[in-house]
Every structure is written in C-alpha cells, then in structure tokens.
C-alpha cells in the first residue's frame, strides 16, 4: 500500500551540478544532502527541504522536463515567488488551478517545477 513520496528525481546534463546547487539550495533554499557513497560517483546532486526531497541525477542524453513536473506545495508563495525572481529566477504566475496560487519556474538547465498553495 502507497504510504507517501519518498522522493522525485528530475535529470540534468554532465557537469551542471554547480548550476544545480546554486538554483536548488541557493534560490529555492533546499539543503543539499549527501548522497551515498556509491550513487555519489554517478554525479548528480540531492536536495531536501522539510520532508520534500529532490533528487538531480546525471542523464547524459538530456533533455529538459517541460511539461513533467514535481508539484511543491509552499507556504506565502507570493514573497516566495518575489524570493525567486529577485535572485534571477524565472516565475510564470498561472491561475488556471481552482483554489490554489501557483507559478512555475524552471531550473538552471530547463527542467519545470510547479510551485502551490491552496487558498
């Protein structure tokens, strides 16, 4: 029986794990968690924030998710959403979802994530 997500892993190019770091923990302010040691030597980077977790694994013929995406529930989303346009991040504000606030953004290398709060 399905209990919760555990995680979502989304995929990145070779080399981006700087970019990764600076979009994920820097602007969304995720922590970076380490990755085990023998998944670590794959390259790809983890990121948790309360009992969200994000997983950026290397893909070497990427291509950016555009319409999959993880939903990520917030709270004050719109200081949320100024947080991350003032640290140059893209937001599209998108009021197609009854009952909730939402925008999108998208990560260093073109992958999407939604962003919500109920209303």
Not at 38 to 59: D, K, N, P, S, T
Not at 69 to 89: C, D, F, K, N, Q
Not at 91 to 102: A, Q, S, Y
């Amino acid at each position: 029986m399905l209990a919760a997500v555990d995680h979502v892993q989304l995929a990145a190019p070779p080399g981006s794990e700087d970019a990764l770091r600076s979009y994920y923990a820097g602007i969304l302010g995720m922590t970076e968690i380490p990755k085990p040691p023998v998944l670590a030597a794959r390259g790809g980077c983890w990121f948790q924030a309360g009992a969200v977790q994000l997983h950026l694994g290397i893909e070497n013929d990427f291509r950016p998710a555009k319409k999959a995406h993880p939903g990520l529930r917030v709270t004050e989303i719109e200081a949320y959403a100024a947080r991350l346009e003032t640290l140059g991040a893209p937001v599209t504000w998108d009021d197609n979802l009854p009952g909730h606030l939402r925008f999108y953004s998208q990560d260093p290398v073109g992958n999407r994530l939604e962003f919500l709060q109920p209303r």
